[in-house]
């Protein structure tokens, strides 16, 4: 097997995100609490938070932009209080702020140092995590999310324009996420080898197996070591 670049699913694989996605609901619900407490009484968080699930089946053609649903959702709350204007950039970057202050799992960082001193890795994500904000940018030669491709994963569509962004055939490729259906059915649909990174130990129960099983980063960083020196 010879692989020529790595692609990567973000959340839940190189830090838990349900910690800053409920501390991100808590900011923006503060800051209503402050500047409209009117919208905050109609809308506190499990309220908002039913409001985006509604958003999300309502609207379908926004499946891909997690962004954007959530800025719809501070529309619909606003006008629902009679507001037309609603400061939706204003909170959106409050929750977006708190939503990129993650965590990274232990294991995370210096793994990805050693993989990427060996091979390019491209970003792979449903969500809207900024890397730059995250400060993880400068290990990733290229950034694919679903609301810039108009496709979420499993789509095939994702996964080869990060083949594309990389430069590598979709069968050089190595994928590595947490989910089994969006991240490893997904990816192998199109050729790519695949990693599930398994934190939990949850049996395999999805289709087409994995290439490869790791329950942390630094594994597969050791496995990137030992296959890039094998072929050189």
């Keep these: 097997m010879t692989i020529r670049a790595i692609t990567l699913d973000?959340?839940?694989?190189?830090?838990?995100?349900?910690?800053a996605l409920i501390e991100a609901e808590h900011c923006a619900d503060r800051w209503l609490k402050q500047h409209h407490p009117d919208v905050a009484l109609a809308w506190p968080i499990e309220a908002m938070r039913a409001l985006r699930e509604k958003?999300?089946?309502?609207?379908?053609?926004?499946?891909?932009?997690?962004?954007?649903?959530?800025?719809?959702?501070?529309r619909h709350a606003f006008a629902?209080?009679?507001?037309?204007?609603?400061?939706?950039?204003?909170?959106?970057r409050i929750?977006?702020?708190?939503?990129?202050?993650?965590?990274?799992?232990?294991?995370?960082?210096?793994?990805?140092?050693?993989?990427?001193?060996?091979?390019?890795?491209?970003?792979?994500?449903?969500?809207?995590?900024?890397?730059?904000?995250?400060?993880?940018?400068?290990l990733f030669h290229a950034r694919v999310n679903a609301?810039?491709?108009?496709?979420?994963?499993?789509?095939?569509?994702?996964f080869l324009h990060a083949a594309e962004a990389l430069g590598v055939a979709p069968t050089q490729i190595l994928h590595v996420?947490?989910?089994?259906?969006?991240?490893?059915v997904g990816a192998h649909a199109v050729?790519?080898?695949?990693?599930?990174?398994?934190?939990t130990g949850d049996a395999w129960s999805h289709g087409p197996e994995p290439d490869f099983v790791f329950s942390n980063m630094t594994e597969l960083a050791d496995w990137v070591e030992t296959a890039t020196d094998t072929h050189r």
Excluded at 80 to 92: D, F, M, N, R, S
Excluded at 177 to 184: A, F, I, N, S
């Design 10 to 19: 973000l959340d839940d694989t190189l830090w838990p995100v349900l910690p």
């Design 55 to 74: 958003i999300t089946v309502d609207y379908p053609h926004l499946a891909h932009d997690f962004s954007e649903q959530r800025r719809l959702t501070i």
């Design 80 to 92: 629902e209080c009679g507001i037309a204007e609603a400061p939706v950039e204003e909170l959106w």
């Design 95 to 138: 929750y977006y702020v708190a939503r990129n202050n993650v965590e990274l799992y232990p294991d995370s960082l210096a793994a990805l140092e050693r993989i990427a001193a060996r091979l390019p890795i491209a970003s792979v994500s449903n969500g809207n995590a900024d890397l730059e904000m995250i400060g993880l940018h400068h």
């Design 147 to 158: 609301s810039g491709v108009g496709a979420a994963k499993p789509d095939p569509k994702i």
């Design 177 to 184: 996420g947490d989910d089994p259906l969006l991240d490893v």
């Design 191 to 199: 050729g790519m080898r695949t990693v599930w990174l398994n934190r």
